[in-house]
Nanobody, 122 residues
Framework: QVQLVESGGGLVQAGGSLRLSCAAS????????TGWFRQAPGKEREFVAA????????YYGDSVKGRFTVSRDNAKNTVYLEMNSLKPEDTAVYSC???????????????WGQGTQVTVSS
């Protein structure tokens, strides 16, 4: 069993930056990747970014490439999502999840955090 806790969400003006954290605990063996997804009102869940714990391979959704950076601290079992040049359309609930491989769809991820609200104002 894995427990995930997101933090760092909040209100930020357009053009600003925010860093989200996803802290993992419990039995993480066998879960080799952490993904970030977001969901805005009236929209489907959208892939944001993902990273493999071993090797650090990353992948980004088209809408955030060049603006967001995902990284990890293996010693702390924590994954970060640094969000720069934020836009109002980035407003959503951001959730992290762990799975056995890096995936751009939510289905393969086994455990999810509670989500953290990110609101970008004009």
């Amino acid at each position: 069993q894995v427990q995930l806790v997101e933090s760092g969400g909040g209100l930020v003006q357009a053009g600003g930056s925010l860093r989200l954290s996803c802290a993992a605990s419990g039995r993480t063996f066998g879960y080799y990747a952490t993904g970030w997804f977001r969901q805005a009102p009236g929209k489907e869940r959208e892939f944001v970014a993902a990273i493999r714990w071993s090797g650090g391979s990353t992948y980004y959704g088209d809408s955030v490439k060049g603006r967001f950076t995902v990284s990890r601290d293996n010693a702390k079992n924590t994954v970060y999502l640094e969000m720069n040049s934020l836009k109002p359309e980035d407003t959503a609930v951001y959730s992290c999840a762990v799975g056995g491989s890096l995936s751009v769809v939510p289905g393969p991820y086994t455990y999810w955090g509670q989500g953290t609200q990110v609101t970008v104002s004009s």
